[in-house]
């Protein structure tokens, strides 16, 4: 019983305060004036590229990887945690590719030809 009211105590109070910390780091690492903002980290950018198809897509992966690997996923471990980090990373790179790299690209070829078509009715029409 003690257990289950320290579990609800920790989902009610620390996860809002971990989402309020991280957001402050973030706040902090994109500040110019603030310490986080001098340090690169290799990969990040291409972690924040691939976010949002993690967040899509890893649930479903841990699934997949069950079907071909079921004594890897029963075991757990380092070994999974690998195949979990490797299939989510190769996952989230082809929907990045195949689905929202091309859409993003006609998407901006759309906008392109809308901004000249609003272009050419605004020159076109006669001035009063």
């Given amino acids: 019983?003690?257990?289950?009211?320290l579990h609800a105590f920790g989902d009610v109070f620390g996860f809002p305060i971990l989402s309020l910390a991280l957001g402050l780091l973030v706040a902090?690492?994109?500040s110019n004036n603030s310490i986080l903002s001098?340090?690169?980290?290799?990969?990040?950018?291409?972690i924040a590229?691939?976010?949002y198809s993690l967040y899509l897509t890893h649930k479903e992966v841990t699934h997949i990887d069950d079907v071909p690997f079921?004594?890897?996923t029963a075991i757990g471990g380092f070994a999974w945690l690998s195949l979990f980090a490797v299939s989510c990373l190769l996952m989230s790179l082809a929907l990045y590719f195949?689905?929202?790299q091309p859409f993003l690209l006609l998407r901006d070829r759309l906008l392109k030809t809308r901004d000249l078509?609003?272009?050419?009715?605004?020159?076109a029409e006669p001035a009063i």
């Fill in 1 to 5: 019983m003690v257990t289950s009211k």
């Fill in 28 to 30: 902090s690492a994109i």
């Fill in 38 to 46: 001098r340090f690169r980290v290799p990969g990040a950018g291409m």
């Fill in 49 to 51: 590229t691939l976010a």
């Fill in 70 to 72: 079921p004594r890897v």
């Fill in 98 to 100: 195949c689905v929202e």
């Fill in 117 to 123: 078509s609003v272009e050419f009715e605004v020159a």
